[in-house]
T-cell receptor, first 115, second 107 residues
């Protein structure tokens, strides 16, 4: 596989469940990102990891917990979510930190529904 | 952060028509990208274009960094061009997205 791959593509979970979203990039990039896209809203940055270190948490509630074990993998652990957290969650990667002078690539997204 | 405004918000075209999508941004940028979001949600890279002009088939883009805008041209549109087109610029740690232009190309 090439590019940025996200699993699962679709997820339905109850408010008391715990689940995880996975992102894997095969581009040799050093930075990875989580974005959230809610209906009728622009994409919102959630987290930034550069060389496995978290460099940005964009005021995201603690019920979202990211993990970056290496430069190729990024997880988003979910627990006790609310219905308003239903959205498309997109992972991205870039060769250089902060997407500075470098093209960013996105995965297919995970469409999450919280019931 | 840098503000991104896209116009028009919605556009309906007949197959074969040409169109121009505009992106205005509020400050100088080191990264500007155009994306096409397909009906399944995936963001497809169209152009990485912080300045200058690029062409890829029926699509081309121009960014005039000094005047803080970028244009995406779609020529001879096809129904498969339908979807949402996003402009995004680097602001802080990552790309900041506009609200997009929703394009529908009818047969």
């Amino acid at each position: 596989e090439t590019g940025v791959t996200q699993t699962p593509r679709h997820l339905v979970m109850g408010m008391t469940n715990k689940k995880s979203l996975k992102c894997e990039q095969h581009l040799g990039h050093n930075a990875m990102y989580w974005y959230k896209q809610s209906a009728k809203k622009p994409l919102e940055l959630m987290f930034v990891y550069n060389f496995k270190e978290q460099t940005e948490n964009n005021s995201v509630p603690s019920r979202f917990s990211p993990e970056c074990p290496n430069s190729s993998h990024l997880f988003l652990h979910l627990h006790t979510l609310q219905p308003e957290d239903s959205a498309l969650y997109l992972c991205a990667s870039s060769l250089l930190p902060r997407m500075m002078n470098t093209e960013a690539f996105f995965g297919q997204g995970t469409r999450l529904t919280v019931v | 952060g840098i503000q991104v405004e896209q116009s028009p918000p919605d556009l309906i075209l007949q197959e074969g028509a040409n169109s121009t999508l505009r992106c205005n941004f509020s400050d100088s940028v080191n990264n500007l990208q155009w994306f096409h979001q397909n009906p399944w949600g995936q963001l497809i890279n169209l152009f990485y274009i912080p300045s200058g002009t690029k062409q890829n088939g029926r699509l081309s883009a121009t960014t005039v960094a000094t005047e803080r805008y970028s244009l995406l041209y779609i020529s001879s549109s096809q129904t498969t061009d339908s979807g949402v087109y996003f402009c995004a610029v680097l602001s802080g740690y990552a790309l900041n997205f506009g609200k997009g232009t929703s394009l529908l190309v009818t047969p």
